[in-house]
Each structure stands twice: as structure tokens, then as C-alpha cells.
């Protein structure tokens, strides 16, 4: 049984950076692509990065892109989410997810098993 734990969140004031992890364990972590999503409230799970299983190719939404870096640790069975310049729009629960295949895109139905998601607050 593959489990996900996310960590890092926290409040933050605006241009501030919080580095996220997701540490996995069961099943083949480096098989896998990784990704992270988020979900502020009263809005719909949304694509944020992935990293393919290797760690070559990275995709992020426009809207985090140049502020956000999405990393892996293969030996370390572990995803990061390392995030600058934070505005307030950023503030949403960050889950971790992983891909059904070792390359996934961004829609939520490419990933199988999720964490239970770590708060991030970003203040004015």
C-alpha cells in the first residue's frame, strides 16, 4: 500500500518561500511520476507541477511558473515543492500525488494515490 505524507506548509507573508516534502513509502517510488496540486477554498483541486519519474522533465501551471521548483530524491523516496516569491493567491491545501505512469500530465484522474495535503497560508 503506497502512502504519501506531505510536510513543510505553514503561513508565510507575501514574497516569502516555504519548501514543501512528500516523503512516499510502499510500492516502486522511482517508477513513478510525482505531482503536486492544490485546493484553496471554495475552488476545485488544481495542477500545480510534476516531475517525471527520472527527474528530467518538469511541467508547471502558468500560474506558479519561474516562482515554483518541483524536485526529487529517488534515494530518499521523496517529492519537493520548493516555492518563492509566494502571493497571497497561492494559499490552498498542497497535496502530493502520485502518477499512474512514469510520465503523467496534469489532470488529477493521471494520478492514483494522494497525501492528506499540508496548509499553506500566504499573508498580505
Known amino acids: 500500500q503506497v502512502q504519501l505524507v506531505e510536510s513543510g506548509g505553514g503561513l508565510v507573508q507575501a514574497g516569502g518561500s516555504l519548501r514543501l516534502s512528500c516523503a512516499v513509502s510502499g510500492g516502486t517510488f522511482r517508477s513513478y511520476g510525482m505531482g503536486w496540486f492544490r485546493q484553496a477554498p471554495g475552488k476545485e483541486r488544481e495542477f500545480v507541477a510534476r516531475?517525471?519519474?527520472?527527474?528530467?522533465?518538469?511541467r508547471y501551471a502558468d500560474s506558479v511558473k519561474g516562482r515554483f521548483t518541483i524536485s526529487r530524491d529517488n534515494a530518499r523516496n521523496t517529492v519537493y515543492l520548493q516555492m518563492n516569491s509566494l502571493k497571497p493567491e497561492d494559499t490552498a491545501v498542497y497535496y502530493c500525488?502520485?502518477?499512474?505512469?512514469?510520465?503523467?500530465?496534469?489532470?488529477?484522474?493521471?494520478?492514483?494515490?494522494w497525501g492528506q495535503g499540508t496548509q499553506v497560508t500566504v499573508s498580505s
Open positions: 516531475i517525471t519519474s527520472g527527474g528530467g522533465l518538469t
Open positions: 500525488a502520485r502518477g499512474r505512469t512514469a510520465i503523467p500530465g496534469p489532470g488529477r484522474y493521471e494520478y492514483d494515490d
